[in-house]
């Protein structure tokens, strides 16, 4: 029998819900609800020092005006709660032991400036390599400022995986982003660690995001395997296109024309919204019309058939 569909929709509470993350909401709510599967909410808040005050509150909202409800999630009955990254804190702690005890962690004091002066430049749109500085350091050596942690990649980490957009991905963990961060200098656990513990944990089979994470996508594949993940319980993947601006330009978070809350404002009607992102971005075929987000999953199509390239909104909604 095959496992049931659970998809997740994961914003990160650092401004209102924009048209991009509207877009991966809607695919991945349209995907469960096709399978008749599960859609979680869950809040990522771990970086603290970014959140802004009452954003987690206002996407919620925004969601449920859009008729995206989720099954798990805050405030919520759920089978994997807690669904707050910074409530989790103990569950991360526990599984970067893990990773502590078999040997594939260490800690690293290098600043940013420094990793710069000594990696190979990247070519554009690429990560710095990190170039091992303290790989093979001592332990007890003396930090010159609060380390970070890295996870020490195996040697020969070939991550090979078929997005269901995208189409086969292949990534050298080692060669392509080396040693990478888990945890930061200044304590919070970093993006890779977290979503990687979080998506094992709350069984999630599915997970739909925007193309600009492709290339993270490789790690925390790595980072379930060394949790002990079973590879048939390691999520499928699609990646999605940016949504961009009217001109072309990516959208910024800040730009209130691009969010679901100045559309609301504008008299735009939901229907309207969701029927344009869905034609748009190739979730239904044909033109775009209203549609509630029932008739979207009612009709969607194959994320193979999904669109590829950026999406410029509509001007009327710049």
Same mark, same amino acid.
């Given at each position: 029998m095959a496992a049931e569909v659970r998809t997740r929709f994961a914003p990160s509470p650092t401004g209102d819900l924009h048209v991009g993350g509207a877009w991966t909401a809607l695919a991945s709510w349209a995907l469960a609800r096709a399978a008749g599967g599960t859609t979680v909410l869950r809040v990522e808040d771990?970086? *603290?020092?970014?959140?802004?005050? $009452?954003?987690a509150a206002r996407i919620t909202e925004d969601l449920v005006w859009l008729g995206l409800a989720w099954d798990?999630?805050?405030?919520?009955? $759920?089978?994997?709660?807690?669904?707050?990254?910074s409530e989790r804190a103990p569950i991360y702690d526990a599984k970067l032991a893990s990773l502590a005890a078999a040997g594939l962690t260490y800690a690293c004091d290098c600043s940013r400036a420094e990793i710069s002066r000594v990696a190979s430049a990247p070519h554009a749109g690429?990560?710095?390599?990190?170039?091992?500085?303290c790989r093979d350091a001592p332990s007890n050596r003396e930090m010159k400022r609060a380390p970070a942690i890295r996870l020490r990649v195996p040697v020969g980490s070939l991550? !090979?995986?078929?997005?269901?957009? =995208?189409?086969?991905?292949?990534?050298?963990?080692?060669?392509s982003v080396g040693d990478f961060v888990l945890r930061r200098g200044d304590g919070v656990y970093a993006y890779q660690l977290v979503v990687a513990v979080d998506d094992a944990a709350m069984d999630v089979t599915h997970v739909v995001r925007a193309?600009?994470?492709?290339?993270? *996508?490789?790690?925390?594949?790595?980072?379930?395997e060394l949790l002990?993940?079973?590879? +048939?319980?390691?999520?499928a993947?699609?990646?999605?296109?940016?949504?961009?601006? +009217?001109?072309?330009? =990516?959208?910024?978070?800040?730009?209130?024309?691009? *969010?679901?809350?100045?559309?609301? @404002? =504008?008299?735009?009607? =939901?229907? +309207? !919204?969701?029927g344009t992102l869905a +034609?748009?971005?190739?979730? !239904?075929?044909?033109?775009?019309?209203?549609?509630?987000?029932? @008739? !979207?999953?009612?009709?969607?199509?194959p994320p193979t058939s999904w669109r590829t390239t950026p999406w410029p909104i509509p001007p009327a909604w710049s």
């Open positions: 771990i970086d *603290t020092p970014r959140v802004v005050h $009452g954003s798990e999630g805050p405030n919520g009955a $759920g089978l994997h709660a807690l669904y707050t990254q690429e990560e710095i390599i990190y170039p091992g500085t991550v !090979v995986f078929d997005d269901l957009v =995208r189409g086969r991905i292949e990534q050298h963990v080692g060669e193309d600009d994470l492709l290339g993270s *996508t490789a790690r925390q594949i790595l980072l379930m002990g993940t079973e590879r +048939a319980h390691i999520p993947y699609a990646h999605v296109p940016m949504v961009v601006a +009217a001109d072309g330009e =990516r959208l910024a978070k800040r730009a209130g024309s691009a *969010t679901i809350r100045a559309l609301r @404002e =504008r008299g735009i009607p =939901r229907e +309207a !919204v969701i +034609a748009g971005l190739g979730l !239904v075929a044909g033109p775009a019309r209203p549609l509630a987000p029932r @008739e !979207v999953a009612a009709t969607l199509q």
